[in-house]
């Protein structure tokens, strides 16, 4: 039985968004990539899909220092 692994890449710049998911999808071609492009979407990314790693910046988002500490405990 194959396990799924994800990485849920935030960010609200689109352009920053991409780079990050092409560089995740060269080093890691394994793994799936969830992009969210705000706080309220990867909060929601990551009770459904429970990722083993997220990366971004949300700092643009009313919801940054919350979202940060929600996704640290999801």
Same mark, same amino acid.
């Given at each position: ?5 994800y990485?849920? /890449?935030?960010?609200?710049e689109?352009?920053v968004?991409r780079?990050?998911v092409r560089v /995740?999808?060269? /080093?890691a071609?394994?793994?799936? /990539?969830?992009?969210a ?5 990867a ?10 790693l ?17 996704l640290?405990?999801?």
């Open positions: 039985m194959t396990t799924s692994h990485i849920l /890449v935030a960010d609200d689109v352009m968004r780079f990050l /995740v999808q060269t /080093v071609p394994h793994m799936h /990539v969830i992009e492009s705000d706080g309220t979407e909060l929601a990314a990551a009770a459904r899909i429970r990722p083993e997220g990366l971004g910046c949300l700092r643009a988002t009313g919801r940054h220092s919350t979202t940060r500490f929600q640290s405990r999801v």
